[in-house]
């Protein structure tokens, strides 16, 4: 079978365009890696006292209202990254900030109430329960236990 020189360019137009698309797949997360829009949390907003966080919410003007989001990092040896979360009046969840596809950060979508990593990948995560919705991420978040305790807000960091 003879090829023109148009059949060879095409098809190896395809199989570049093939061979790009799997290498971004693979490996996107660990090649371009995303940013994450979400407020930091003001580091004279919160302290750790053990394993309980706990935040000042006068102070942490990200977390006031509805559908705002914060996220801050504790300096301990674990170095835990946290993601907070205001869903609803009066109601915070909290995530370790950590995609469990490639441990990329992550940012809060108020309008699909949903979690969603920063980088190429872009899982994207329940907020009810950290459960994944969509890959390649396939583990889910873990999540810490919060509440609200007058104007602060207590974390437990285990
Ligand atoms: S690090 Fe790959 S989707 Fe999050």
Avoid: W
């Avoid at 395809?14 to 371009?32: E, S």
């Amino acid at each position: 079978m003879q090829t023109n020189r148009r059949d060879f360019l095409k098809t190896m137009g395809v199989a570049t365009v093939c061979a790009c698309t799997g290498l971004a797949t693979l490996n996107g997360c660990k090649m371009i890696r995303g940013v994450s829009s979400t407020a930091a949390i003001p580091v004279d907003s919160y302290h750790l006292t053990g394993n309980e966080l706990t935040i000042d919410l006068s102070k942490a003007d990200c977390l006031k209202h509805p559908g705002g989001a914060g996220k801050l990092s504790l300096d301990n040896e674990d170095e835990v990254k946290v993601i907070i979360v205001h869903h609803e009046p009066g109601k915070y969840k909290a995530f370790s900030d950590h995609c469990t596809h490639g441990g990329r950060e992550l940012n809060y979508k108020h309008e699909d109430k949903i979690l969603q990593c920063s980088s190429f990948g872009k899982s994207t995560f329940k907020l009810t329960n950290g459960h994944v919705i969509k890959g390649p991420a396939e583990g889910p978040l873990s999540i810490y236990p919060i509440q609200v305790v007058n104007t602060s807000l207590k974390l437990t960091i285990a």
